[in-house]
């Protein structure tokens, strides 16, 4: 049977050097470059409208080759760096909260407000092509109308 590396289970010595128990100590610097990739993603996403690709829903009429140097720029490293730190982070918290601390965290963070938003989201979406169309055909509905007055000479419909 394998042994559980895992530290927050009893192991012997030399699990234990191998693995030793870090000080609880905040990367400033990491969280920095955290707080710069995420920066670089909002101007990644701002220039995306001024790319002369067709990739963002909105088209801005001053398009430039320069923004798409900009793009692909920013858009080749940034999810990496994001994997190598969120890497990092997880490998510290693994060691010092051990497998089922970790999985509960994510749980937590991640698939609970997942699930809550969904609930929310999902709904929505769904309606929103719905409603969407109800208002363009009430648009139709009322251009017709004012057509067909104007037509008839009764304006006063």
């Known amino acids: 049977m394998a042994k559980d590396l895992s530290p927050n289970t009893e192991a ?3 699990t234990l050097s191998l693995c030793p128990p870090l000080p609880p100590t905040r990367y400033h610097d990491l969280d920095a470059l955290r707080a710069f990739a995420m920066l670089l993603g909002i101007l990644l996403h701002a220039v995306l409208s ?17 923004f798409q140097i900009i793009n ?9 760096l994001f994997f190598l730190v969120s ?3 997880a490998c510290m918290m693994w060691l010092k909260r051990g497998t089922l601390g970790l999985i509960w965290h994510r749980f937590k963070r991640i698939l609970l407000p997942l699930f809550v938003f969904s609930l929310f989201i999902i ?3 769904t309606h929103m092509p719905k ?10 509905e ?8 104007a037509k ?5 419909r």
């Open 87 to 89: 890497g990092f982070f």
């Open 123 to 125: 709904p929505a979406l």
């Open 12 to 14: 012997d010595s030399e």
């Open 50 to 66: 001024f790319n002369q690709t067709p990739i963002w829903p909105a088209q801005d009429k001053f398009q430039d080759a320069d």
């Open 152 to 156: 008839e000479g009764d304006l006063d």
């Open 72 to 80: 692909n720029s920013i858009h080749g490293f940034r999810m990496q």
């Open 131 to 140: 409603l969407a169309e109800r208002k363009k055909e009430a648009a139709l």
């Open 142 to 149: 009322s251009t017709a109308s004012i057509w067909d007055a």
